[in-house]
């Protein structure tokens, strides 16, 4: 039998983050939606406080926390704000590449950078014509001696604006498809880089989207970042190993969905009676409740395989279409549950509702999910 217990190191980092989002998240996360604030001091605090960057491995200075132990504290994070929850984990969804391919001397470079100092990273995948469909990227490098020279527009990314670096994917000239996609490294103060205009977004708001343009930025061997013409299988490796991360926000999502309703529901009275009383009511409760442990399950199923060395791109993929489609459907019927106040700022459920539409998009929607899923029932 699996074991559900969580170890005591695993559930003090689990109260740590929750305790982090109840005092520095919630009290401000509708001024910074409203506002599309970056939650730069927030950050800051969670910085100092271990719950950024945590999976950079010990033998470089981190915490090296395990998959499902980040995950537990992005669940956290996410019921306080999902926005926070996707600033926060798109700096490692930056570092994964090096974490996963990167040169020792790459790590110990820009991990320091990461745990000297609250800097961003952001990973840079997404292109105006090619979002889930990787292999279908334009942006260029052509070999210039032992040098490259890489341009191209990417498009929806996460910490776009407030990154140091990036890790960026193009593909060698005269390539097609799969075939001759690279990653390298890019410092934000190279030349040739620029960010585009800052993303007005309808949830998530506070976390900073942008365009990050390439104009024939020179980059050495130094920035390659695993072995050339390799990149797709690593940005499929970098999403088998972030997509659990997405399972864990929407989690964090429907409890919160799940517990302001309840609180609601008791204290709102209609026909003389608590709403809480109505069949109607305790079903779409129940709904959410099953959502809850659903998408818990499933997402801790899939970091523990990646935790015992075993990463499935299947289950990663369950997680995701999975929970991002449960969050979606819960906010929904919070905000039904809180009626026209549900539809008003008064109250939280209308900003989970928008964020959570953000999880069944990025990362490869929940269509894409299903079609990775599908292929691989159909391949037997």
């Not at 929806?156 to 799969?178: K, L």
Request: proline share 3%; with cysteine.
């Amino acid at each position: 039998m699996p074991s559900f217990e969580f170890s005591e190191e695993e559930k003090q980092l689990s109260e740590t983050a929750r305790e982090f989002a109840r005092k520095e998240i919630i009290p401000v996360a509708g001024e910074m939606d409203e506002q599309g604030k970056f939650p730069v001091e927030i950050c800051k605090k969670g910085w100092e406080t271990g719950l950024m960057n945590c999976e950079i491995p010990e033998a470089y200075g981190g915490l090296g926390l395990s998959c499902l132990a980040h995950c537990l504290v992005l669940e956290e994070i996410s019921y306080g704000c999902t926005g926070v929850n996707t600033t926060m984990a798109g700096n490692m969804l930056g570092t994964m590449p090096i974490i996963l391919a990167g040169t020792d001397a790459q790590k110990k470079a820009y991990f320091g950078r990461l745990l000297a100092e609250p800097i961003f990273a952001a990973y840079c995948c997404s292109e105006p014509d090619a979002g889930s469909d990787v292999a279908g990227m334009k942006s260029r490098y052509r070999k210039v001696g032992d040098d490259y020279v890489l341009t191209g527009q990417k498009r929806w990314i996460t910490n776009g604006g407030m990154a140091s670096f990036y890790t960026v994917f193009a593909r060698e000239e005269g390539t097609t498809r799969h075939k001759g996609i690279t990653c390298f490294v890019v410092d934000r103060d190279t030349a040739g880089v620029s960010v585009g205009k800052k993303e007005n977004k309808m949830g998530q708001r506070c976390s900073n989207t942008t365009d990050v343009i390439f104009e024939d930025v020179k980059l050495g061997k130094a920035n390659l970042v695993g072995v050339e013409g390799e990149g797709f299988k690593l940005a499929m490796r970098t999403f088998d190993r972030t997509r659990p991360w997405i399972a864990a926000g929407a989690a964090g999502i429907i409890r919160r969905a799940l517990e302001e309703s309840r609180k609601y529901a008791l204290e709102r009275k209609t026909f003389g009676v608590p709403i809480a009383q109505h069949q109607a009511i305790q079903f779409m409760l129940a709904e959410m409740a099953i959502a809850y442990e659903a998408t818990r399950l499933l997402c801790h199923k899939a970091a523990s395989g990646i935790d015992a060395g075993k990463p499935d791109s299947i289950v990663s993929s369950y997680a995701k279409a999975y929970g991002a489609d449960a969050a979606m459907r819960a906010s929904t019927d919070a905000v039904q549950i809180f009626g026209g106040y549900g539809y008003t700022k008064e109250y939280p459920v209308e900003k989970l509702m928008r964020d959570a539409k953000l999880l069944q998009i990025y990362e490869g929607t929940s269509q894409i999910q299903r079609m990775v899923i599908a292929r691989n029932i159909l391949g037997g």
